[in-house]
T-cell receptor
Framework: QKEVEQDPGPLSVPEGAIVSLNCTYS??????FMWYRQYSRKGPELLMY????GNKEDGRFTAQVDKSSKYISLFIRDSQPSDSATYLC???????????FGTGTKLQVIP | EAGVVQSPRYKIIEKKQPVAFWCNPI?????LYWYRQNLGQGPELLIR????????DSQLPKDRFSAERLKGVDSTLKIQPAELGDSAVYLC?????????????????FGPGTRLTVT
């Protein structure tokens, strides 16, 4: 069993839709939860991160962590064609510790 | 501020040939990472440097892979000899020092990667 599980998609939605991306994990030591966005032929870029459980909002993006269920989510409101990318969840047990990535979910937002 | 620079962007070689990738991290970033990303997968850490020291190379296949960061700035990752299964994107990332933020996360900034194809 992988430490981090993520549905690879692809996920195709119409412009303006609310997108929900999810990951599950098995390692209870994970404390930092991150979402990276990766455009085609580019390196990943950090989109959001949260520490421990709870929600964090940044513009159209909301990250949620439920440590009791070992489940994290990223919500994108009012999705735009420019949001079309692969979204990678990532986790670590502490700052500057090894980061474990999910496989990524490919998202396509149709105009 | 310039981002992480990697070269070459693309490389095609025949199996059993050597290949080298170069990375220049963001200025002032003392932590440097090399990752391998297979198609449809997330990045997997190969090696992490703190300045010149390799502090985590447990996932580096040492029989054919080597890396160096001699002056604590840019770094080279080498494969010799390459195998068909080495075809992947090799990503370099860097993080700022622990004495300036974001301190707790060790936020990693990635370069564009080198896409290696071994035929």
């Amino acid at each position: 069993q992988k430490e981090v599980e993520q549905d690879p998609g692809p996920l195709s939605v119409p412009e303006g839709a609310i997108v929900s991306l999810n990951c599950t994990y098995s390692n209870s030591a994970f404390q930092y939860f991150m979402w990276y966005r990766q455009y085609s032929r580019k390196g990943p870029e950090l989109l959001m991160y949260t520490y421990s459980s709870g929600n964090k909002e940044d513009g159209r993006f909301t990250a949620q962590v439920d440590k009791s269920s070992k489940y994290i989510s990223l919500f994108i409101r009012d999705s735009q064609p420019s949001d079309s990318a692969t979204y990678l969840c990532a986790m670590s047990s502490g700052g500057y510790q090894k980061v474990t990535f999910g496989t990524g979910t490919k998202l396509q937002v149709i105009p | 501020e310039a981002g992480v620079v990697q070269s070459p962007r693309y490389k095609i070689i025949e199996k059993k040939q050597p290949v080298a990738f170069w990375c220049n991290p963001i200025s002032g970033h003392n932590t440097l990472y090399w990752y391998r990303q297979n198609l449809g997968q997330g990045p997997e850490l190969l090696i992490r440097y703190e300045n010149e020291e390799a502090v985590d190379d447990s996932q580096l296949p040492k029989d054919r892979f080597s890396a160096e960061r001699l002056k604590g700035v840019d770094s080279t990752l080498k494969i010799q000899p390459a195998e068909l299964g080495d075809s992947a994107v090799y990503l370099c990332a860097s993080s700022p020092p622990r004495d300036r933020g974001p301190r707790l996360l060790g936020e990693q900034y990635f370069g564009p990667g080198t896409r290696l194809t071994v035929t």
